[in-house]
């Protein structure tokens, strides 16, 4: 019913930046709720960045003043603009979002394959 595909990622070395974006296509009557979460190696999958319907956010406390995510209602996008990276940051990113089918009128949750993001030092 609904796929999301994200696109940005890549390598990057330490203080670099990197936007990452990511589309919602399908059966979809709103979004609620779009986040990126991450996956590094070795470590448990985390939320980085969301974003609401009314475009309040909350970000993981070592992203805070480094990431910016966004997102455009009319797109059905939401990107996450990170800057001054540090190797820290090498992770699997994942789109997620809140979707409201417009077959079933249900709300269900999506999440994107994921893109690689490496920094090096």
């Known amino acids: 019913q609904v796929q999301l595909v994200e696109s940005g990622g890549g390598l990057v070395q330490a203080g670099g930046s990197l936007k990452l974006s990511c589309a919602a296509s399908g059966r979809i009557l709103s979004i609620n709720s779009m986040a990126w979460y991450r996956r590094g190696p070795g470590k448990q999958r985390e939320l980085v960045a969301s974003?609401?319907?009314?475009?309040?956010?909350t970000y993981a406390d070592s992203v805070k003043g480094r990431f910016t995510i966004s997102r455009d209602n009319a797109k059905n996008t939401v990107s996450l603009q990170m800057d001054n990276l540090t190797p820290e940051d090498t992770a699997v990113y994942y789109c997620?979002?809140?979707?409201?089918?417009?077959?079933?009128?249900?709300?269900?949750?999506?999440w994107g394959q994921g893109t690689q993001v490496t920094v090096s030092s």
């Open positions: 997620y979002a809140d979707v409201r089918s417009s077959w079933t009128s249900v709300v269900y949750d999506y």
């Open positions: 974003i609401g319907s009314s475009f309040s956010t």
